[in-house]
């Protein structure tokens, strides 16, 4: 994870909120790229990211919580975090999408809300963050 972080930070990526699911495992890797970037305060975590949270109230807490942050990394577990995307994309939770432990994705969207929201703009394996050019 710390070779994925760099790689992150390499390409020039910056957030305002790092929000991680309370999970011991999640939270290591939240606090990886906290570290990497220089911005444990940045980091939170929240129960609606837990491999059985509710994504709806996830939306709600991003909108209310924290509306100030624009740029939001989101550490959590898989399929949770595909089906997040794929309602976030497509309006459903059947899209079908790969994302791997230690991948990245970028969703752009001018307002969030639980339904298609968002453009996907690029999806990363860790091989791609790590590869060396």
């Known amino acids: 994870m710390w ?4 790689g992150m930070k ?3 990526l910056s957030f305002d909120l790092i929000l991680s699911s ?16 220089k911005a444990t305060k940045l980091l939170k975590d929240s ?4 491999a059985d949270g509710d994504p709806a109230l996830l939306i709600e807490s991003l909108n209310g919580l924290f509306k100030s942050a624009k740029k939001i990394v ?3 577990h898989e399929p949770y975090l595909s089906r997040l995307i794929s309602m976030l994309v497509a309006g ?11 991948g990245l ?3 752009m969207a001018d307002s969030l809300r639980y339904g298609r929201c968002a453009t996907l703009e690029w999806l990363l394996t860790p ?3 790590t590869a060396r050019g």
Do not use: N, W
């Open 3 to 6: 070779r994925i972080a760099a």
């Open 92 to 102: 459903h939770a059947r899209m079908s999408l790969t994302l791997k432990k230690g």
């Open 22 to 37: 309370p999970y011991v495992r999640a939270m290591r890797t939240a606090e990886i790229v906290a570290k990497t970037f």
């Open 74 to 76: 989101i550490v959590g």
């Open 47 to 50: 129960a609606d990211l837990e």
């Open 105 to 107: 994705c970028q969703l």
């Open 127 to 129: 091989r791609q963050m």
């Open 10 to 12: 390499q390409m020039g």
